[in-house]
């Protein structure tokens, strides 16, 4: 009887465990939310600050069952508010903005790095090059402008003359073909995408059979830009796709 009075407990404690950590983390990702869709790498300072002190006060809840789950929840909502405040103020003020985000600093000016601006920033002559990699630029010479970026990315700008030529340049007139939408995803129908276009399922229905497809099951994608150009990739049966996994893998294999 002890011995099941134990497993019943410890049981009660996994469920609560379960239970909170399901709720702080709904709660955390609808409160990210709200702070916008960056990435990790695009995080400004204030909002890196609030992600870790929001991941750091969730957990104090979930592997302390004796502190109440508002401890949790109260901070988190308060540090996302006032990130959206601050976010606010920024739009609004340009000299707060500056303050809080700081201001992109010129590390390369016309194939001259800046050494004073790089060690201000502790940007090594490495992550510089690793940057210029990135943007397609082998020479230090061919950079026109590198920046060290508020959010801690290097963004590079070749010189013009070693800028990939435009049509433009070179005096080509070409058609604008404009966005692809996707219509069709691994055989399912984007019907909010239909309608932001002003198209029918029955349109849908009729491109599909003039492409020799039934229904949109047969379509792993289906997209269309501005020019009315349709595009599609079949769906691979289930056979095929074993098969492609396994040369993969084979390939894949020492």
């Given at each position: 009887?002890?011995?099941?009075?134990?497993?019943l407990k410890r049981g009660?404690?996994?469920?609560?465990?379960?239970?909170?950590?399901?709720?702080?983390y709904l709660l955390i990702v609808a409160l990210m939310r709200l702070t916008g869709k960056r990435q990790i790498g695009q995080l400004e300072l204030t909002e890196l600050?609030?992600?870790?002190?929001?991941?750091?006060?969730?957990?104090?809840?979930?592997?302390?069952?004796?502190?109440?789950l508002f401890y949790g929840v109260i901070p988190a909502v308060t540090l996302v508010c006032l990130e959206v405040f601050l976010s606010y103020i920024s739009i609004k003020s340009r000299s707060f903005r500056k303050v809080i985000a700081g201001s992109a600093l010129a590390l390369v000016k016309n194939g001259k790095p800046d050494q004073a601006q790089m060690n201000r920033a502790r940007i090594t002559l490495?992550?510089?090059?690793?940057?210029?990699?990135?943007?397609?630029?082998?020479?230090l010479s061919d950079v026109g402008y590198a920046f060290l970026e508020?959010?801690?990315?290097?963004s590079v700008l070749p010189k013009a003359a070693q800028a990939p030529p435009t049509a433009s340049d070179m005096n080509l007139a070409v058609s604008e073909n404009g966005m692809e939408h996707a219509l069709i995803i691994d055989?399912?129908?984007?019907?909010?995408?239909?309608?932001?276009?002003?198209?029918?399922?029955?349109?849908?229905?009729?491109?599909?059979?003039?492409?020799?497809?039934?229904?949109?099951?047969d379509v792993f994608f289906m997209g269309l830009d501005d020019s009315k150009n349709l595009y599609f990739v079949p769906k691979e049966p289930p056979e095929q796709k074993k098969k492609a996994v396994k040369r993969e893998e084979k390939r894949d294999a020492p």
């Open positions: 009887r002890i011995l099941w009075i134990t497993y009660e404690f996994m469920a609560n465990v379960f239970i909170r950590t399901v709720i702080l600050v609030t992600a870790f002190m929001i991941s750091e006060l969730a957990s104090y809840p979930i592997s302390n069952n004796s502190i109440p490495e992550e510089l090059i690793s940057a210029m990699r990135m943007a397609g630029i082998s020479h508020p959010s801690g990315t290097i055989g399912k129908a984007d019907e909010n995408e239909l309608k932001c276009l002003g198209l029918e399922k029955r349109w849908l229905e009729r491109k599909l059979k003039e492409n020799g497809y039934q229904t949109p099951e």
